[in-house]
């Protein structure tokens, strides 16, 4: 099913007549209006949740067919305090599905020729003691002597 078939399945055909005439003359839905808003809804979900619409994803479904409604509303079908408080519930909405499909994406992989080599307990930095005596003096601390 396509966003528009979404949206026309999740609201009334009264609803869909109402928001898709802004001069509240109409008595079918306007396909034409309605078609703008499943593109603009398109684009912004893109923008907004930064990932494809996926009509497999009852999230995208859901938050899809908000959208297409929300930009109805912002074309004249009603105030535009009405068309700013779904646009509010709407960008919250994509955050959170933004940082739920952020989490889930796939760590990227290197193409790096090195290899990771396991540590193993007791292992200590692997350099020349005798040039570290060298550079730092004794090994043996002040604090190691009984007698201080």
Do not use: C
């Amino acid at each position: 099913m396509a966003l528009k078939d979404e949206f026309e399945a999740r609201y009334s055909a009264a609803a869909r007549i109402r928001w898709s005439n802004p001069d509240s003359k109409g008595t079918t839905q306007d396909d034409t209006l309605v078609a703008q808003a499943v593109t603009d809804a398109e684009a912004w979900f893109q923008t907004e949740v930064q990932a494809d619409y996926d009509n497999d994803d009852t999230r995208h479904k859901s938050l899809g067919s908000q959208a297409v409604r929300a930009f109805l509303l912002s074309y004249g079908a009603a105030g535009a305090k009405t068309a700013e408080d779904a646009f509010k519930r709407l960008e919250r909405s994509a955050e959170l599905l933004r940082e739920t499909t952020v989490r889930k994406h796939e760590v990227p992989r290197s193409t790096s020729g090195l290899t990771v080599t396991q540590d193993e307990s007791g292992d200590t930095p692997a350099f020349d003691s005798k040039k570290m005596e060298q550079i730092v003096g004794s090994t043996t601390s002040p604090r190691d002597d009984d007698t201080g």
